[in-house]
């Protein structure tokens, strides 16, 4: 066998510091470079998303503010021309009713007061069909009313607890469409300002 002679020192190779310094620093400013890039990709990608909602809330904000102008000229629009209207029909109607209980009779009085754009539906009792007829004669000649039209007329009992029932008369329950006179009615209203 032959022997294995080598005169030559034994030398090994030692990496030096800086060699690992450097290979360190360089692998560490890989890693955060490619962190800031992905970073930067990422944010960027947000920003435009963000930018994109921005301007759809942009253009319904926009929408809105314009509904809603439109919607408050319409709604003013809307309550002057209801004021205007409302004006123009109603009037005062409290000496109609106070010519109306006027009239009524001794012992009569009214049941219902229904009152629709100058036609007026009146339920009244009366003891008698004279004291109803006198009543009605006296609606007629008003200054205040119009028409008088009789629709209904019903004679009715009135009914205690359970006493002993004596021979009553029975009372009258009519019920009266009038047309008021509006034009009157507006003079009044006209001349109390």
């Given amino acids: 066998m032959q022997p294995d002679i080598n005169l030559l020192p034994k030398y090994e190779r030692q990496r030096s510091i800086l060699s690992i310094i450097f290979i360190s620093g ?3 400013w890989l890693l955060v ?3 800031l890039t992905y970073q930067y990709v990422h944010t960027k990608s947000a920003l435009k998303q963000i930018n994109a909602q921005v301007e759809e809330l942009t ?3 926009a929408n809105l503010e314009r509904e809603a102008a439109a ?3 319409f709604e003013q629009a809307s309550l002057a021309s209801a ?3 409302a004006e123009s029909v109603t009037f005062p109607t409290s000496r109609l009713i106070d010519n109306l209980i006027e009239l009524l009779p001794e012992h009569s009085y009214f049941s219902n007061y229904d009152y629709n754009e100058g036609e007026v539906k009146i339920q009244s009792q009366f003891e008698t069909m004279d004291v109803a007829a006198e009543y009605v004669a006296k609606l007629v000649a008003s200054d205040y009313i119009n028409e008088v039209k009789v629709e209904k007329v019903e004679a009715f ?3 205690g ?3 002993i029932r004596f021979n009553t008369l029975p009372r009258y329950d009519v019920t009266q469409l009038l047309q008021a006179n509006i034009q009157k009615l507006k003079e009044e209203a006209d001349g109390g300002e």
Wanted: charged share 35%.
């Fill in 26 to 28: 360089f692998v560490i």
């Fill in 33 to 35: 470079a490619s962190l």
């Fill in 59 to 61: 253009e319904k904000k």
């Fill in 71 to 73: 919607m408050q000229s």
């Fill in 83 to 85: 004021v205007e209207y």
């Fill in 157 to 159: 009992d009135i009914e």
């Fill in 161 to 163: 607890s359970d006493q």
